[in-house]
């Protein structure tokens, strides 16, 4: 069992970057394959990023590649998303999934785990 708990949003201007990080609790959190998801007012909850259990690959959605980075520390189970750039666009709350599955996925129901989200919001 794994548990989620994201920290870093907050209230930021157009161009601007946040730090999100995910903390993960209990064991072999080495094994999962992590993803970033998030859901903007009126909207249903989309794939933003993936990272594999030992983080050697990657995938993003074309809205947010080149402007994001999702990274992990297996040491500290933690995981990250990186956010520059930002656009109004990019208002939304972003959640934190994991998945024992053997690979990265943009689907939300291959992940089993999810965290209570934080709010991101980028004003023009």
């Known amino acids: 069992q794994v548990q989620l708990v994201e920290s870093g949003g907050g209230l930021v201007q157009a161009g601007g970057s946040l730090r999100l990080s995910c903390a993960a609790s209990?064991?072999?959190?080495?094994?999962?394959?992590m993803g970033w998801f998030r859901q903007a007012p009126g909207k249903e909850r989309e794939f933003v990023a993936a990272?594999?259990?030992?983080?050697?690959?990657?995938y993003y959605a074309d809205s947010v590649k080149g402007r994001f980075t999702i990274s992990r520390d297996n040491a500290k189970n933690m995981v990250y998303l990186q956010m520059n750039s930002l656009k109004p666009e990019d208002t939304a709350v972003y959640y934190c999934?994991?998945?024992?599955?053997?690979?990265?996925?943009?689907?939300?129901?291959?992940?089993?785990?999810w965290g209570q989200g934080t709010q991101v919001t980028v004003s023009s």
């Open positions: 209990g064991r072999a959190f080495g094994r999962y394959a």
């Open positions: 990272i594999s259990f030992n983080g050697g690959s990657t």
């Open positions: 999934a994991a998945t024992a599955k053997t690979y990265i996925s943009s689907t939300e129901p291959v992940y089993e785990h």
